[in-house]
Nanobody, 123 residues
Framework: QVQLVESGGGLVQAGGSLRLSCAASGRTFSNYAMGWFRQAPGKEREFVAAISVIGGSTDYKDSVKGRFSISRDNAKNTVYLQMNSLKPEDTADYYC????????????????WGQGTQDTVSS
């Protein structure tokens, strides 16, 4: 089992920044690829960003490229999502997720999920 706890969400004005953190416990964090997903009200959960086990490879949803940055600190068992130049359409509940070794953009491939953190971007 891997337990994931997100933090760092909140309310921010358009153009602002937020940094989400996801702390992991339970298994060897460095064996798991990590992803961030989000779900806006009335919409399906969608991929945002993913990072490989040692952080050498990252993937991003097209609409967040150049604005969001995913990183991880295996010594702290934590993955981060730095979100800059936020837009109202970024408003959603953000979830971190973990899967064994190989990263993916597909939510169904992730086995462990956090409870989510709510981010609201006002215009």
């Amino acid at each position: 089992q891997v337990q994931l706890v997100e933090s760092g969400g909140g309310l921010v004005q358009a153009g602002g920044s937020l940094r989400l953190s996801c702390a992991a416990s339970g298994r060897t964090f460095s064996n798991y690829a990590m992803g961030w997903f989000r779900q806006a009200p009335g919409k399906e959960r969608e991929f945002v960003a993913a990072i490989s086990v040692i952080g050498g490879s990252t993937d991003y949803k097209d609409s967040v490229k150049g604005r969001f940055s995913i990183s991880r600190d295996n010594a702290k068992n934590t993955v981060y999502l730095q979100m800059n130049s936020l837009k109202p359409e970024d408003t959603a509940d953000y979830y971190c997720a973990a899967k064994w070794y190989y990263s993916s953009t597909t939510a169904g491939e992730y086995l462990y999920w956090g409870q989510g953190t709510q981010d609201t971007v006002s215009s």
